[in-house]
Each structure stands twice: as C-alpha cells, then as structure tokens.
C-alpha cells in the first residue's frame, strides 16, 4: 500500500477532536477550581482567623492533598478524561504527576524507585519554572530597578 493512500486511511479513521466543547469545559472545570480555591481560602480566614496570605497556603497544600488521594483512589485520571486542562493546568495536575509516578515505581523501593522516579514526569515543571522566574526576576530588575 502506499504511503500517501495509508495515510488518507488513518486521518478519514482518526476521532475529530471538538476544540470548542473542550476549551468550554476546561474552562468552567478550571473556573470551579479557582472557586474552590477561594472558597478555602475564605474558610481558612474565617474560622481560624488567620491572615489571607497563610490560608492560601493551607489551600494550596489542601489542593494537593485532594490531587494525591484522588490520584491514589484511582479517580483523578477519570476526572481529567472529562475535564481536559480544567483539572491539569492548575496545583492538582501537579500533584497528580507526582503521585502517579510514585505509585507506579514504589515496588521498586524507597530510594531506587520513589526517589529516583518521583520527579520524572514533574522534573520538567520544576526546572523550567525555576528557570522562567530567574529570567522574568532578571527582566524585572532591569526594566523597573531594584
């Protein structure tokens, strides 16, 4: 068979992606996130009466606790299926690599498996973050000063 005919066989056999109805759903699913957020944030202040800038970061760690258990009861995965980005671009999707690579290596041992896996899939996240804020840090120091 030939190549070009091979390849009019797998596009007319590839599923059409419908851009619209997942960029609506990623962003109803991410706006429920920044909700939820808030609304911890809120909680936080509120009923423990502490400063908006620690409750934020008990909802952060709030976030990824839920990302990692719901990632080790096996629900995440089915959630992002549906949820697209909605669900991976904010703090949850982050926990989610991280945990579903320390599952998937944890026979292997403490330190050959979880140490030396659990950074994989979130490794490049990390680095290219740290990178990006030592650049925009440097850019800011020249444009606005010190």
Known sequence: MEKSKYKQIVANHTPKENRLYNSLISFIVGGAMGIIG??????????FSIPTAYAST????????IGCLFTGLGFFDKWVNFAKCGLIIPITGFAHAMMSAA????KEGLVTGLGSNMFKLAGSVI???????????????????G
């Not at 599952?103 to 944890?106: A, F, I, L, P, T």
């Open 38 to 47: 808030q609304l911890l944030i809120e909680a936080y202040s509120y009923y």
């Open 58 to 65: 008990f909802m952060i760690i709030t976030l990824i606790f």
């Open 103 to 106: 599952m998937e290596y944890r």
């Open 127 to 145: 680095i290219f973050g740290v990178v990006s804020a030592y650049i925009f840090g440097l850019l800011r120091i020249l444009v606005i000063g």
